[in-house]
């Protein structure tokens, strides 16, 4: 969102009053940049060396702060359950509130260790069963030698972990000790949480996360109808003829998607999605959804990332703060840690916010207004911050909002007039931008558009022709 890019002092300073230093554990994995060693080399080849290295840089993506190591690839569910998953998870993390678990620091030497405990359940009988064991460097063990293990994916307590043996079992829940300095961010000794995994990707989940979020939603937007909208005169935020339920339910599961995952599958030429893409990118949401249903009201809860954005709706503390002080009738918590944690306020905050920026590429630019774009400018300044989006629409309209459509486009164009050739560099300097790839991620949840149940038929979405261009949408050459 706005802020996910600011890394500046403000940012900083809002980071440290909400003591959200802390949320980056449940982050995914940073890429580290290394620089090149220039001693010995005479000035001629020093010089030689950055005018290379300059060449480099524009030809290769650098590591930048914030990059992720992307999960691997999402595979169907290996089994399917027999009997209801969610009364099992309900007596699973019953089961795991009456343990302990302990954070032993760094002693004599020897590496921090983190213990945790796993509630396991036999999808074919229900029964659950409890097995201790401990994270140390990033490496788990368990103290039964019965239990056969594979790591997907390590991300702390919403890791992917698959269980070989016993046969047609799923970790349905985790319990993950906390280091001191996060109990007293967090408020609580240790995080109780379903982490996602393939056995999980079952129907009744992802039809649960749907669920939950949808109602979430509507009711949100109920609250909210004594809250006057910014952006279209004076009408309730219940009623925004801009957003729908539907759009509010797509842009939270931008926010959760993994980037890399989704350049992966979708490559970076505009195309008609394959069967093969489709299913993968469906199964990249049914993670989310399954994540959503499994943990109901701490779904995302304890989660943030490396820019201070954390909860269901990836709040930084700038954007609540824009909240509280522009939609101070929404009564939401002004407690950053409560008001980030808890669904309802979250989502209410994220149509506030949702709405301020509507407000805000609207006065930029006025043609946008009635295109059917306004909801895309407004999510690419949620999601990235309103710097690229409004010198986009000042300098060449409406039709970059497909970013990925609009790069092939102009890519294939044998001559292009000078504000076309300036907006193809830009798109492709920028392509990377998180501003981007969000814009695509919306598109393309759109276009898929999964139907019930994760097994049945996709639906496919059309997009929609761009909009005709008005008097004004354009900028001199």
């Given amino acids: 969102m706005s802020l996910k890019k600011s890394a500046t002092l403000i940012s900083s300073i809002f980071f440290l009053l909400f003591a959200m230093e802390t949320f980056t554990w449940a982050e995914e994995e940073k890429v580290d940049s290394t620089k090149p060693n220039s001693s010995g080399l005479t000035s001629s080849n020093k010089k030689k060396q950055k005018q290379s290295k300059r060449t480099r840089q524009k030809e290769i993506r650098r590591a930048k702060k914030g990059d992720t190591v992307p999960m691997p690839p999402l595979d169907d569910a290996p089994f399917l359950a027999e009997i209801p998953l969610l009364p099992v998870l309900k007596e699973a993390k019953t089961r795991l509130s009456r343990e302990k678990v ?14 945790l405990k796993l509630a396991l359940a036999d999808v074919k009988t229900g029964k659950v069963s409890i097995v201790s064991g401990y994270e140390e460097k990033q490496g788990l063990y368990l103290s039964s030698p019965d239990v056969r293990f594979s790591v997907h994916w390590w991300n702390g307590f919403n890791s992917s972990i698959d269980v070989l043996e016993p046969a047609n079992t799923a970790i349905v829940g985790l319990m993950y000790a906390l280091d001191p300095k996060r109990k007293a961010a967090l408020r609580r000794d240790a995080v109780i949480y379903t982490p996602y995994s393939r056995a999980l990707l079952q129907t009744e989940l992802i039809e649960a996360g749907r669920r939950y979020l949808t109602e979430k939603i509507a009711q949100a937007r109920r609250e909210l109808r004594h809250v006057n909208s910014r952006a279209k005169s004076r009408a309730p935020l219940e009623n925004c003829p801009v957003f729908s339920d539907a759009d509010y339910f797509n842009l939270i599961l931008a926010e959760h998607m993994d980037p890399e995952s989704f350049r992966a599958i979708t490559g970076r030429e505009h195309s008609e999605f394959d069967t093969t893409r489709e299913r993968r990118l469906t199964r990249l949401i049914n993670r989310i959804l399954v994540i959503i249903g499994s943990n109901q009201e701490d779904a995302y809860k304890f ?72 909801k895309y400018a407004a999510g690419a300044c949620y999601n990235g911050g309103p710097k690229n989006v409004f010198y986009g629409l000042k300098n060449f309209g409406t039709g970059w909002l497909y970013p990925m459509r609009r790069l092939s486009d102009l890519g294939r164009r044998e001559s292009l007039n000078r504000k076309e050739k300036r907006e193809l560099e830009w798109l492709k300097k920028n392509h990377n931008h998180e501003t981007f790839i969000y814009l695509n991620k919306m598109h393309a949840i759109e276009r898929i558009a999964p139907r019930q149940g994760a097994q049945e038929p996709l639906q496919t979405y059309v997009e929609p022709d761009p909009p005709v261009q008005r008097e004004g949408d354009s900028c001199p050459n």
Avoid at 102 to 115: A, T
Avoid at 310 to 339: C, H, K
Avoid at 361 to 373: A, I, W
């Fill in 102 to 115: 302990l954070y032993i620091p760094e002693l004599k030497g020897n590496p921090p260790r983190r213990e």
């Fill in 303 to 374: 989660t943030g990332n490396y820019a201070s954005a954390r909860g269901l709706t990836q709040f930084t503390p700038i954007g609540m703060r824009v909240v509280w002080n522009r939609y101070t009738e929404a009564d939401i918590s002004t407690d950053f840690l409560e008001a980030t944690a808890d669904h309802l306020f979250a989502i209410k905050a994220e149509i506030c916010l949702l709405d301020h920026y509507l407000s805000e590429v609207v006065r930029v630019h006025p043609p946008l207004s009635g295109t059917g774009y306004e």
